[in-house]
């Protein structure tokens, strides 16, 4: 059974100079309205009627639009008692009365775009909010009922030091904020940084050291570290999220939305015009072969905390882990990427730096 969904929003008022995600800046009201509609038709199309664990409704810039719209997506779902239902905001757009009636609505999971709390880096990174703007979102979403806040922050930016990155984490901490979401800046194709490569952006190194100095800044505060990019005090852990990483099943709703069901992965297409002409065809509709779904196991087990469950993959698989993978595993043990756990191994603090390479040795 499919418990939880996503949902994508593929809007923003400005694009980010460092995003490749799919976002169409400067839509107009009409092109909304007719993108809402062609969601609701897919969402109807293909939902069975579950009751849902959790929704994410994730962008692009979800906060664009209105709270009706927003409404109209939580309408067609049903929902567990306490499912997690989160959205993602800008601060730029959203105010107190805004966050009001998405809690009303029956949000109760936020997630805050904060990306620097330094306007000199905000600027040059082309996000539209000042640093005041992000810490008064964190207090309005507080006042307007939500226990449940999470902030996204980037790593490596230009002209970032490991002292600001720590001090804005610790600013965003000591305001309350349970969950913390950290991304390694990561230049990709279709983003303006692609072609206009920024001066003064902190090198593999320096990266690597503020991944660290964050995690020893955030575990002495009493967060874990649940997931390679993530960081809660626990009880506040992505439910969403920890679905995806343990392999679960979900929905994707929405123009560019990846879902996962019954070992089938597929995703919408990517285009506004290409979606809503028909929003019932997917690309990359694949089952996986069993090969492909052990090494999935694998690469989205070691992303977490706790890493991966032996037992649990032997039974499933049909395998004895240790004795398949042991090169790898020797090889990682002994320079102290990867730990030994209770239900089987993990990677350390090191490993986490060094994930692409250790997990492409496994598969
Ligand atoms: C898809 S965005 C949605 C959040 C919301 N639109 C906002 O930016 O305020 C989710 C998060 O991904 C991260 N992100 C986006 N592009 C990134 C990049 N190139 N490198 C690292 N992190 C990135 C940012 O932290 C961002 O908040
Ligand atoms: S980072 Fe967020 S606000 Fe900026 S362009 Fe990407 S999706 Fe839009």
Redesign the pocket.
Known sequence: MTQCAYVHIPF?KNK?K????VSYPKQNAEVKKSYIKTLLKEIEYFYKDESLKTLYI????PSLLDIEDLDSILQCFNFENNAEITI?V?PETVNFDYMQRLYAVGFNRISI?I?SLDNNILKSIGRIHDASTALQTIIAAQKAGFKNIST???YGLPKQTIDSFVKDLIQVVDLGIKHI?L??????DG?YFYQNIPSHLPDDDMQADMYLAAIETLEKRGFSHYEISNFAIPSLESRHNMNYWSDGEYYGFGVAAHGYIGGVRYSNFCGLNEYEKDYTQKEFLRALSKKERLQETIFLGFRRGDGIDIADINEKFCIDFDKVYSTVLNKYLLTGHIIKTAQGYKLSDNGFLLSNIILADFI
């Open positions: 923003c980010c460092y995003c490749s995600f994730g962008g692009g810039t993602e800008n775009g990306q996204d922050f980037i979401s991304y390694g800046l990561k230049i990709e983003c």
